[in-house]
């Protein structure tokens, strides 16, 4: 099992920046994609930003250029710095985890969510 504990949220102005932290721990071996998924108040999910081991990085269009995902693989560990902060940025973000076990059995991790408000 793979537990994943997020930190960082809170409130802030529009034009701020917050940065998100997400550590895994557990047993470990090989976690293959992090990524940042937020869900707005009678809104969907919705993938934010992903970044594999190898450094890959994907980002939904509406944060591109004002938010930045980061891992440090050794401390398994994935960051969302987010700047340029917008009232519509306002969600519960999750931190998931696509984790492979020794055996090669794949797992879908989540944590337990962070909640972000940007005031106008």
């Known amino acids: 099992q793979v537990q994943l504990v997020e930190s960082g949220g809170g409130l802030v102005q529009a034009g701020g920046s917050l940065r998100l932290s997400c550590a895994a721990s557990?047993?470990?071996?090989?976690?293959?994609?992090m990524a940042w998924y937020r869900q707005a108040p009678g809104k969907q999910r919705e993938l934010v930003a992903a970044?594999?081991?190898?450094?890959?990085?994907k980002y939904v269009s509406s944060v591109k250029g004002r938010f930045t995902i980061s891992r440090d693989n050794a401390l398994n560990t994935v960051y969302l710095q987010m700047n340029s902060l917008k009232p519509e940025d306002t969600a519960v973000y999750y931190c998931n985890a696509d984790h492979q076990d020794l055996l090669g059995v794949r797992g879908d991790y989540w944590g337990q969510g962070t909640q972000v408000t940007v005031s106008s």
């Open positions: 970044i594999t081991s190898g450094g890959s990085t």
């Open positions: 557990g047993l470990i071996f090989d976690i293959r994609t």
